[in-house]
């Protein structure tokens, strides 16, 4: 049986969460494959909003399979609460959770680094959640870090103590002493142990064997394309792969046994943090569109930025993804303006481009607009595609033609009730 992927085609934030929950009724397992609690993944059902950080955003369906996967860092403490939130509203986690042996640790030494890391860099700050999510896979692939698998040892206080002794050593050369890691460290130590008493696995060959016996899996991406290690705004991006390769790596599944590609973004642009952003709209509009979306980090709580919809970052996160079907959320946020605006092009140094350059740092790029008719409509209550309004299917029908990729989901707002479907082929 083969994988499909479902990830985040913008800057984190596109509602995954919500999509992953609706669509967790056709697999057989949920598996997350990279970042850790600096997700925010948001569910809202029966007058409930949940919000998972680490966990698989199918974990509230019986008899389904949730992984935490090798790609993800794990922070036990955060961890731990968020399965006891769980077990208050009736899961089974001990049926339906499985984590990796592979999955690596977020110490509290890692999240006092990621705090005076970021307090050291003054106003060039990278806008980190400030979760130890950066330090932990430095760790990773300096070849230092913790893993799941090493609270099962015997040696594991040894390896503890010495990965705390190098980032002593670190700290030893910052200026900042706004922590108190003695209690940090005895909290950390109690939710190791609870940890310990959690499905541990073998994540790579579980997953194999499954696929071999015909089940259903589809991979959890969080955060967003444009905040990829490699193919992000860098240096303001995230620490681990946010696209479609990273299920591999994140999972320990091969490239060939990848089917569907869901590709999810949002009807406009939302940042949280630092970094370009080339459509934000720092005006009264931007301002409604924050209001409207509710467009707060599930996370942080931090405001987001808001701008017009930017079809050359999009078209890059399409092809650098292989997306195949996408997933347009937050339609009902546009209800109620009169034209909409979307980015076509780039004036990029003087010379009209269709693509995402090498740098769209404010300055380099200016966004060229194209005005559509918008739509006064309310569509939350909206149940099937043919009874949108025309400037909403029209605007549909634009964004298939201009990225070449079908919209086959259409969010209406926060419930998972509010999801429609649309055949592939669907026209104005």
């Known amino acids: 049986m083969a994988v499909d992927v479902l990830l985040g085609l913008q800057w984190g934030d596109e509602g995954k969460g919500k999509i992953v929950d609706v669509l967790t009724r056709e697999y057989d397992i949920i598996a997350r494959f990279q970042g850790g609690p600096n997700a925010g993944h948001t569910l809202e059902f029966e007058n ?4 998972l950080h680490t966990i698989p955003s199918g974990i509230f369906h019986q008899g389904i399979k949730n992984l935490v996967g090798n790609g993800v860092v794990i922070d036990p403490i955060i961890f731990k609460k968020e399965v006891e939130a769980l077990k208050g509203y009736g899961v089974n986690v001990n049926e339906s959770l499985l984590i990796s042996r592979k999955a690596h640790l977020i110490l509290p030494s890692h999240r006092i680094l990621d705090a005076a890391s970021e307090a050291s860099k003054g106003k060039n700050k990278i806008g980190s959640t400030l979760k130890g999510i950066g330090p932990t896979y430095m760790d990773k692939t ?11 040892l015997d040696d594991f206080e040894q390896r ?8 002593r050593q670190i700290l030893s050369h910052y200026e900042y002493s706004d922590y108190n890691l003695d209690s940090m460290e005895a909290e950390w130590m109690e939710a190791v142990d609870y940890l310990r008493s959690l499905n541990l696995i073998d994540s790579e060959h579980y997953i194999n064997e499954a696929m071999k016996s015909g089940k259903s899996i589809l991979a959890e991406g969080a955060q967003g394309s ?26 320990g599944i091969a490239p060939n046994r990848i089917q569907e590609v869901f590709g999810i973004f949002k009807a406009y642009c939302t940042r949280v943090g630092s970094g370009p952003f080339p459509t934000e709209l720092d005006n009264e ?10 467009e ?5 709580g931090r405001p987001r930025r808001c701008g017009w919809l930017d079809l050359p970052a999009l078209k890059y996160a399409i092809d650098i993804n292989g997306v195949t079907q996408l997933i347009m959320m937050k339609s009902d946020v546009l209800s109620g303006f009169e034209t909409l605006q979307v980015c076509v092009g780039y004036e990029y140094k003087g010379t009209k481009i269709d693509h995402l350059p090498y740098s769209i740092d404010e300055g380099l790029v200016k966004p060229i607009y194209k005005e559509l008719a918008g739509w006064s409509e309310d569509i939350t209550q909206l149940e099937h595609y043919d009874e949108a309004p025309q400037s909403l299917k029209d605007y549909v029908e634009f964004l298939q033609q201009e990225l070449g990729v079908p919209i086959t989901i259409l969010s209406v707002g926060p419930n998972r009730n509010q999801t429609i479907r649309i055949e592939k082929h669907a026209t104005a």
């Open 160 to 167: 503890y103590n010495a990965l705390l002794d190098k980032h």
């Open 48 to 51: 409930i909003k949940h919000v």
């Open 296 to 300: 707060f980090g599930a996370t942080t």
């Open 142 to 152: 300096g070849r230092n870090g913790l893993r799941v698998g090493d609270i099962e």
């Open 285 to 294: 509009v931007g301002e409604l569109l924050r209001k409207n979306g509710h």
């Open 226 to 251: 444009l905040l990829d290690i490699d193919f992000g705004s860098y240096p303001f991006v995230t620490s681990s792969t946010t696209m479609c390769a990273g299920s591999c790596t994140g999972l």
